[in-house]
């Protein structure tokens, strides 16, 4: 088990500086009035499982600093393991909560399990008082935090960020095999009610993930800017003197010889000039990488017969990016680089013209901060921002790329219908798997700019209402007063009305 650093680049008062994101800040630091007084002198340990890479370890750095800055203390830690076979287990929850992979847990995981809990929850007892708070994220640390609450009584939350709409044998083997320790929990959170299990219904609250509106990745940056970190992330060449270095580490792309090279190899991919589908994910076979690429293979492969011209010339020129972190960073995710592997073997299969219009990319996670602002900037050279999940917990890269004020199209999973409504602030494709309806549901999109329009400005305004961390954070601290003084009513309401639906991009 590690501490993590958490460094705030930027404070509630700076926020507030926004007049679009003013009505929040007053409204999180009135609620933090009354509420706080029934946590002071209590640490809140954050209990996950990586540092980098996926959207817990996107969110925690500026829950723990605006928590931090109301008051609270707050200690964020990685649960560690030296056993690369620990991370394949959870994994395996973590697919079997999402209906994907094998049934069915041998003594032999429970014992794994078991341990590397132990091992870690032993390692932080020595650092904590009854009076703190436990909250545990995901099934990694599960154990973690029940074993410690059962030895130090301290109050503990359970946070899953994963769940599905439904129950079948693979998620219930899952919820079978977490049960024991997920019941010593104080208060159980998920991000979608349809994920709670009948048997945590009586202790269950609803949070939903929020973004960090002024952080690197979201923050609205101009044009030049947008080209600076392309070229310094040798994704775009240099063509005039740049303010800004490069980066130490470039974002890579593969080669038609299987190799990963400079993305601006053979030929530039055309961020600024070209129309561009855009997907980012961690490498996760549920993300559903390979029906997008299969159904821009068949979009672009489609007769021209429309009497569009300019659609079909975006339809010659159009590009799809698929990008993800480089595989080696994301600790908790061994399966990243088969699937990139797997994914890579497709690729290389297709028409030499077609690999030119797929740009697959791996984007280096050494600083998360030029990571943040590549996904930033390729986001923002977007026509579309697809989510093509297959499962999603809850999809933060959608909250992302709608609060940029792009078109998102998303699948129909249960997180990701928390943010998009179809029609109203995005698209959705009822099956991720479907190939043609996806090729057919990018196509219309494209053929009809007043529909992204307005879609994307309606996308804007959802996530300004509902999905930023002001609105994450006022959940927290209602949850983790309510677990030290239970009956309390955790519903929230409204930001500051008049401050709603401002918009700044
Ligand atoms: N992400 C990133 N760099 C990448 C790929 C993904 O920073 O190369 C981020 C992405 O912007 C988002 C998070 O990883 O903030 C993924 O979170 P999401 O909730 O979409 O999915 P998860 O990975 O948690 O399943």
Redesign the pocket.
Known sequence: MRTVEVSNHTSLAEYSDRFHLEGHVRTLEEEAKQLLPSLSGRKVWMINAAE????????MPKLVSILRELGIEVEWVVIESERPEFFGLTKRIHNLIHDAGDPGFSAEDRALYEAVNEENARALERMMSPRDFIVAHDPQPCAMGAILKERTGAPAIWRS??GLDRATPRTRSAWEFLRPWIEAYDRVVFSVPEYVPPFLADRSSIIH?G?DPLSP?NAEISPRRVQSILCSGQLALQHSPMLHPLFEHPALRLSAEGKWERATEAEEIGFLFRPIITQ???W?R??GWEPLMDAFVRMKSSSRTGPDGLHNRCLDIIRLVL????PASVADDPEGKDLLEELTRRWLDLDPRLQRDIAIL??P?AS?EE??L??NAIQRCSTIVV?N?IE???????S?AMWKRLTVIGSSAA?IRQQIRDGVDGILIPDAENTTEIATILDRALANPALRGHLSGNAQRKVHENFLVFTQVRAWLRVLHSVLTPLVDVTLSPPDASHTGASEA
């Open positions: 980098s890479g996926g959207g817990v370890a996107e969110m960020h994963i993930p973004i990745k980012i994910s961690r996760d549920l993300k990008a993800g972190p480089d791996t984007l996670m998360r990571n943040a590549m996904v989510q999940s999603e917990g809850f999809g933060l890269t959608v992302e997180g």
